[in-house]
């Protein structure tokens, strides 16, 4: 067999060149980053303005890359405030949100850093309009993008938004490697190395800092398995393919601190979504299973004691993430108001539109046998989900369930970082010129009650922050390097 074709580049072979603005890139290669999606574009671009040469890995071949942001709803939201909401009040949703898990620098920097990222996307001619009243959804990426499964709708939103980063990107002369998946890290004297994969073969890239922004590992079974629990690689796969872990990986290589791996964000799905994407990312099923009776396979009832997400992490890490179901009454399928008829799309009717299957029976001995489960402990279910206090109780015939299946959006673990987004080793140190921002990193999502603080905003702000702190890290490391060179000659700046 032919060996591979492999090259490695290094600084010297970049040449100078001057931006639109006059600002001026140096003659070598300061940061590689690992992923160009949300948060690796946020800061390729933002490394540009200032002044800082970046290349981008992207392992897609489309712009905009093939991750989660392009297949996303596109609301931009801080712990669900609008980005531009003052400093205390999301820290505050911040911290509520997690149930005070979130570290809480990160939460410092979260909040009074994520006000420049509307504004700044704005200016890069990202277009974003008000959803609906909800304050939440204010910066929603448009045109809103309601979408099937991994299709890429290139005319919406939040795949507009990503092609005009590359777009920019390109037009500064941005080096962006498109079908190029990153997979390997070694640490060289003053930098560190690259290792990647394209068509044409192996190749390297050596460089002063990294960032690693190739979006959590949900897309890895081996990783689910070993993070979040044995079987969690059966859950539904509710994002794009790419986000298979792979900066983790590297980053715990090579000595940094992992944070909160065993939760997952997500919604409560069909399990006939594993056969068609048309039923997920929606309807989703998650206002169901909190007002029915959420059951395992044998008919045993499973406490609702958190929220839809906190429960999908729960099921995720179960033995039988496959074996579940919701039972619910015609009360709350079709009663006024009928739960079944919340969410956008709802899942009366657009479950049996888009051909997911509801079994139904008068009797509750009669769903459970349609159920493959035992009447008595379907009964003793429903029994006792009828005497907690507040429940919708689950009592007009005809009685219906749902199979139903945790879908995975995003890992919300992953590498520790400060609130530079500089990379940890445990205790804290940061390690020399690696960064790492989006799903990559962790200490930023998570609590018993789920702790979904949004992805987008969270990825642009954590990029922009990398971003400036790289290019302090660079410029300092030149003044080093300067004064190295030179002992004894003062700095000339
Ligand atoms: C259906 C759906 C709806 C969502 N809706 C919302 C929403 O409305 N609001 C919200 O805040 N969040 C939403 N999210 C979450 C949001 O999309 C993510 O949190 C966000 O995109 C994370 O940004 P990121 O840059 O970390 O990862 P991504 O956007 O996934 O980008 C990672 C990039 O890295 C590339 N990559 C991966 N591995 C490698 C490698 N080895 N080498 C090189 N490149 C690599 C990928 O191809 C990809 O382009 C949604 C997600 C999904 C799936």
Redesign the pocket.
Known sequence: MLARPSTTETAFQMRDHVCPNGVRLRPMNPCVI?????????AARRLQQIGVRAT?????DVD??????????????IAWEPPDSPADVKRERLLAETSGEIDDELAGALASQSGNIIPWLQAEGVEMRAKTEEPATRW??WPF?V?TG?RLLPDLG?SKA?QRLYERFREWRGDLRMG????SLHRLSGGWQVG?QTEAGEASLEAGTVLF????FQANQEMLSRYVGPNAGLCLL???T??????LRMLLENGAEAVGLGRV?GHLVSINALESDEL??FPHLDELCMVGVVVTRHGDRVPVDTSAVGLVTRMARSEDPRGFAVVFDEEIWNGEPGRGKLGLPAPNPELMRRGAHLVSSDTISGLAQRLACKPDRLARAIAAHNTVRGACPVSRPPFHAARVIPGI??TMGGAKIGPDAAVRAPGGRAIPGLFA?????GGIQGGPNGGYV???????TF?YIAAESIAAYVQSAAKSARSRASPGQPDGG
């Open positions: 690992v992923g160009g999606g949300f948060a690796g574009m946020v981008v890995l992207e392992k897609g905009g890359g093939l991750g989660n942001a392009v297949i996303s709803g596109g609301l931009l939201h929603t990426l993008r979408g991994r939040p990503m190029a998946a990153a997979h990647f922004a190739d979006g959590g509710r994002a794009s790419t986000g298979t872990g792979d900066g964000y997920w990312p959006t995003f921002a989006g799903s990559t990193a949004g992805g987008l905003a969270t990825a642009a990029g």
